[in-house]
């Protein structure tokens, strides 16, 4: 199950009825996305880009573990913007706090697209991008 800040209110969204694909650039890296598969991980809201970016191993910075608590997990959305769930007020006040801020800016952790477009670009900035990889414990 995806992760919740317990002082936000209900911000449930209805997931896809049907597989689509998000690009993650500057990479390039195409994921399909099968709404089955959900949740991939316990960060960020269930089918969240960062959800899904995480479970195709791309990492995106994400300090508050995914719960609108911090703006690290701040991205572009180049391309189907209008199929990602809208942004709460607590949201676009984080957003606030981003560096590089866009009219297509999101918090990863929060935007869930509804695989209406049938294809996302996602861009990661590149001062969201953590090239440190920790070895497993």
Do not use: K
């Not at 689509?20 to 269930?46: H, K, M, W």
């Amino acid at each position: 199950m995806g992760a919740t800040n317990p002082q936000q209110g209900n911000t449930s969204t209805e997931l896809p009825g049907s597989a689509y694909a998000i690009t993650f650039l500057p990479a390039d890296q195409r994921v399909e996305v099968n709404p089955a598969e959900l949740p991939y991980s316990r960060d960020g809201r269930v089918g969240s880009l960062l959800e899904i970016a995480l479970g195709h191993d791309i990492e995106i910075d994400h300090a508050c573990g995914g719960v609108t608590a911090c703006a690290t997990c701040h991205v572009i959305v180049r391309a189907g913007l209008e199929s990602c769930s809208p942004a709460t007020e607590d949201e676009e006040d984080m957003l606030d706090l981003a560096p590089g801020l866009t009219p297509e800016s999101r918090l990863a952790c929060q935007a869930v697209p509804d695989g209406s477009c049938g294809e996302l670009v996602v861009e990661i900035p590149e001062w969201n991008r953590n090239l440190v990889q920790e070895a497993p414990h």
